[in-house]
């Protein structure tokens, strides 16, 4: 169990109580995600489909093999009864084929739905609890295409690799016992012949394509990666003239991924060719086979149809395997990359030493001293830095033995040249990072003692880069609060004194702000992330360099503004501005 401060909800804003989280809240990491683990959760609708796959093919199989045996028979004129039993089977396979397939592709797809959402949720909630030191070394369109295409493989995984293979080899086995009673060495080229297709042929493709397929998913996620990178990047690109230099280098990456895709192509026509190549080969064995069989009278002569047409019928459903194992290839390297993104080691560790028993000892209700209280009533908790050292990607070190204190309710400076590591600090009192040496704590505790969402509701921080949804004020503002109310909102507005502004708009509330916010100025940017930050129950303010880019009228405007709007709560100004008449300074070298 970790201990946590939270606002309470019985006293809002008057007090903090400790909760006490269940360890398997937390998003675990770890294991390689693997197709068993993939199937586990839906193990049982898996195999209902593969029931009801296995169902189809069979009836198709089957329908194939009465015909032609029906047919046969009857050109003897036997009596009719003699003919009922295969009349039936005939009808029913016909008949039930359909209903079967319809199921097989029902429970089929949502078995693999089912496995997609749980992938969807497990990498969503990895991705929150890393986001954003965990995820330095990812760059965000390859991001993108691990989250969307190499999930979406996990679709096709199962849909098209797994069922596909589990029911082939059930029908394909069973083809083989019914015609290697009747003919054993029919059976034998038949089974020889399933063998070269789903096996052999996906071998083949595999030395052919040299590892093509596999090479797909990262060249797609390269090119898009660098078309993100050349779109954002297109004006500088434009003013240095070097944007002809940029589009040769996606060519070139462009013409990997086309030769590759290509090659991919070419294997896959091969394995139709070979599957082709194999299904004439079963059905002449078994023509010749069952033709000296019945010249032998070993088979009856209206079973020779059978043993011919059979193996068609069972290629019909083996066809898909090469493009299977095709599949499967690509699919393997999403599961590699969606591993990669899995089990990337956690920016912060959860306290294991925090126990119910601390969580008691500390449980802070209105009689107990508790976190400094302000003239409304709202605690608000001392924060401190204590000779940490913290780096971001790998061991290079960002902060060494750095000291701040945030006493409660104070206005706290930190400055320093670029570089020297402010928004390092800030990330270690919002718990995006936790120190290498040293420690944070507040009011006395160990961040690492509180869930770090926890600490992201008591601490608040408008980064240096807040960014704006394409969406409208209102919806962007209510990320700070869920479900505030329109007055709540404008509240917010007023203290960041956006709220005439937002009031002359027709829209108001509504208005739409554009792309990362770009229908508003500069200042009206900021206002609008500081009024969401205000939204929320934070009794600690982080602004990370919040004039940066504006003139110094405004600068020094909104720095008044912030301040204002903080009120009782602890305030944190990371800046490069000289002014600092009122703040507490600490430097950083
Ligand atoms: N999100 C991040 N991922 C990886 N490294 C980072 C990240 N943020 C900062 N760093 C690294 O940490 C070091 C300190 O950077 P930081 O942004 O904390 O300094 P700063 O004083 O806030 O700089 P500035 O005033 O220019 O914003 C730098 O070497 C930087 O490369």
């Known amino acids: 169990m970790t201990v946590s401060a939270v606002p309470s909800d019985r006293h809002p804003g008057a007090g903090m109580v400790i909760s006490t989280v269940a360890p398997d809240r937390r998003p675990d990491s770890g294991a390689a995600i693997s197709v068993g683990s993939l199937i586990r959760p839906a193990a049982g609708r898996l195999s209902l489909a593969v029931l009801a796959g296995v169902g189809a093919a069979g009836a198709a199989v089957a329908l194939t093999a009465c015909s032609a045996w029906l047919i046969s028979r009857a050109a003897l004129h036997p009596p009719v009864l003699h003919l009922m039993v295969a009349i039936v089977a005939v009808r029913a396979c016909g008949l039930s084929r359909g209903v079967l397939r319809y199921l097989e592709r029902l429970v089929g797809h949502d078995a693999a739905f089912r496995i997609l959402t749980d992938v969807r949720v497990r990498l969503w909630t990895r991705l929150e609890r890393l986001a954003p030191a965990g995820l330095a070394d990812f760059r ?11 999930v979406d493989a996990v679709l096709d995984l199962i ?5 596909p293979y589990a029911v ?34 996906p071998v083949l493709q595999r030395a052919a394509a040299r590892r093509a397929d596999g090479r797909l998913a990262p060249l797609r996620a390269e090119l898009a990666t660098g078309v993100v990178d ?22 070139a990456v462009d013409a990997r991924l086309t030769d590759t895709s290509r090659r991919s192509a070419a294997t896959a026509g091969l394995g139709a060719a070979v599957t082709a190549l194999s299904t004439g080969a079963a059905v002449l064995a078994g023509l010749v086979a ?14 020779l149809a059978l043993i011919v047409l059979t193996p068609l019928a069972v290629f019909e459903i083996a066809a898909p395997l090469p493009t299977a194992a095709q599949r499967w290839a690509t699919a393997r390297v999403s599961l590699r990359r969606l591993t990669e993104l899995w089990q990337t080691p956690d920016p912060i560790h959860d306290d294991p030493s925090s126990t119910p028993t601390a969580a008691a000892a500390r449980k802070n209700d209105d009689a107990s001293p508790g976190p400094a209280r302000g003239n409304s009533g709202l605690a608000v908790p001392e924060m401190r830095v204590d000779g940490v050292t913290a780096g971001w990607v790998g061991g290079r070190t960002a902060i060494n033995g750095v000291d701040l204190v945030l006493p409660s309710g104070g206005r706290v400076a930190l400055v320093g040249p670029s570089g020297s590591g402010k928004s390092t600090v800030a990330a270690l ?28 509701r008591v601490v608040g921080y408008l980064p240096e880069d807040s960014s704006l949804f394409d969406t409208t004020i209102g919806d962007n503002l209510r990320i700070g609060r869920p479900g505030a109310s329109d007055t709540d909102l404008r509240e917010a507005l007023r203290q960041a004194r956006l709220l005439d502004w937002v009031e002359t708009l027709p829209d ?5 702000v554009g792309e990362h916010g770009m229908a508003l100025s500069g200042g009206q940017r900021r206002r609008l992330a500081l009024a969401r930050l205000l939204l929320g129950d934070a009794r600690v303010l982080i602004f990370d360099e919040p004039t940066e880019h504006l003139d110094d009228e ?3 405007a909104l720095t008044r503004d912030l301040m204002a709007a903080a009120g009782e709560r602890t305030v944190l100004l990371i800046t490069h501005r000289t002014d600092l008449t009122g703040l507490a300074v600490t430097r950083l070298r």
């Open 140 to 150: 965000r369109a390859d991001l993108a295409r691990r989250l969307a295409a190499d």
């Open 159 to 163: 849909t098209r690799v797994v069922l």
């Open 168 to 201: 082939a080899g059930v029908i394909g086995l069973a083809s083989v016992l019914v015609v290697g009673v009747l003919v054993p060495v029919a059976g034998l080229a038949l089974a020889v012949a399933l063998l070269v297709v789903g096996a052999g042929v």
């Open 230 to 251: 050349l779109l954002h990047g297109l004006p500088d690109l434009a003013a240095y003239g070097a944007t002809r230099d940029r589009l040769d280098r996606l060519a």
């Open 290 to 303: 069952g033709a000296v069989a019945v010249r032998s009278g070993s088979l009856p002569g209206e079973l």
């Open 429 to 456: 009192l919002v718990r995006f990072l936790d120190p290498r040496e040293g420690r944070v704590t507040m009011d006395g505790r160990d961040l690492r003692e509180i869930p770090a969402d926890e600490v992201r």
């Open 508 to 512: 108001g509330l509504d208005t739409l």
């Open 554 to 556: 405004t600068a020094a």
